[in-house]
């Protein structure tokens, strides 16, 4: 049956699963519908629980709440691995509203005090000439938005999108505010609506590990774009398809890209193994917890490794992941740590995980690309042996 619907609801129209017209979905939310494995044998107890949830109001539910669901699906040795933490929307406005939306909205007051210069000016005019005075004024307004709308922000660790998410929220209300000035300086709603622009996902990209996570952040951003639209507009002014495969939010490493991984052997070609750092067994003396030889993993060689490459961006936000520099090799293997300190080799040994990012963001603001980036402050920053490098880093960067 869930079959039958969400195929029903990728296509749009009369839905034999529920035996009503859907509206078209399409996007990739519900591709693959007919495909084994999409869906899942849920037990009668699962189904019941759907069946409740399905019955609540879902309408004003807060988009940001996903990431602490997925947090709490993942297993703690992959959340370890992946240094996955759902970051509040308190910490997460902390550094959206100082690197995106104040400079912004700064932008945003030079536009406005343009725009009412010459409202005053139109004041003291009449007729033609009064009109095309206030067409400066509202072409004053209509370039703040165009910048608006084509603004670009990344995060590239975008875990469940809860960056990308707030920081759409905070641009559409300032394009709300766009408008209604626009309306008051008399342009007419029609004209409004066919001009063609406007804040859009489009904008907002994201980079993650995480398969599910991906998924997420994507279902995260149009939850959010569409509360928005319906909250605005109402929900008869909803078009098809509901929602768009933009590919704003990649699934794969933002740090380290390569051809392909393949298994590491020695020069017998036996395949080289490591302890999977997360098994256990009892010492035989002591009773204490020791490392199991017995679990092993194997070990990758990556060809051709590169630093990984970011799209073009306006500003770059985010909470990347943490994983201190000593438990690296634990974490993702010695192939992935040695070719990744080899990959980078302005980046000290010393250095956490997180400060990958941070040297590639600081990169980008260097040469001029971004114009802001921001994101978690990492304790590596605070120690003797990579605070003078982070200061070097990002010395004259905003």
């Not at 951003?221 to 509901?242: D, K, N, Y």
């Not at 030889?293 to 060689?301: D, I, K, L, S």
């Amino acid at each position: 049956m869930l079959k039958i619907f969400w195929a029903g609801m990728d296509a749009g129209g009369f839905n034999a699963a529920i035996a009503a017209d859907v509206l078209r979905f399409n996007g990739k939310l519900f591709k693959g519908a007919a495909a084994d494995g999409y869906v899942l044998a849920l037990s009668t107890a699962q189904i019941d629980g759907l069946l409740r949830a399905a019955r609540a109001n879902w309408t004003e539910v807060e988009p940001a709440i996903f990431g602490t669901l997925l947090e709490r699906a993942l297993d703690p040795t992959e959340r370890h691995a992946l240094g996955a933490h759902y970051t509040p929307r308190a910490y997460v406005e902390r550094l959206v509203l100082p690197t995106v939306v104040e400079p912004l909205r700064a932008d945003w007051a030079n536009a406005q005090a343009a725009a009412v210069v010459l409202a005053r000016e139109a004041d003291e005019l009449d007729g033609k000439k009064r009109e095309a005075k206030l067409e400066e004024a509202r072409a004053e307004i209509r370039r703040f938005h165009h910048q608006l709308c084509t603004t670009r922000v990344l995060d590239p660790a975008c875990g469940s999108g809860n960056f990308l998410y707030v920081t759409l929220e905070h641009l559409k209300r300032l394009e709300g505010e766009v408008m209604n000035q626009l309306e008051a300086l008399g342009q007419t709603q029609e004209r409004l609506g066919l001009e063609g622009e406007t804040v859009t996902l489009q904008q907002l990209r994201g980079i993650e590990l995480n398969e599910r996570a991906a998924a997420l952040a994507e279902l995260v951003l149009w939850i959010g774009w569409l509360q928005w639209h319906v909250r605005t507009r109402g929900l008869a002014s909803v078009a098809e398809p509901v929602v768009h495969d933009y590919g704003n939010i990649e699934h794969r490493d933002a740090v380290l890209a390569y051809d392909r991984a393949e298994l590491a052997t020695d020069e017998s070609g036996q395949v080289i193994t490591r302890w999977d750092g997360t098994t256990f067994k009892k010492h035989p003396v002591t009773g204490e917890d020791v490392p199991d030889e017995a679990a092993q993993v194997p070990q990758w060689r990556y060809v051709n490794p590169r630093p990984a490459e970011w799209p073009a961006a306006d500003f770059i936000v985010g909470n990347p992941p943490f994983i201190g520099a000593k438990f690296l090799r634990d974490a993702l293997g010695d192939g992935y740590a040695q070719t990744l300190r080899a990959t980078w080799p302005d980046v000290p040994e010393s250095a956490d995980f997180v400060m990958y990012w941070w040297h590639h963001a600081a990169w980008l603001v260097r040469a001029g690309r971004p114009g802001a980036s921001a994101s978690s402050p990492p304790t590596a920053c605070a120690r003797p042996s990579t605070g003078a490098w982070c200061r070097r880093r990002w010395t004259g960067c905003r």
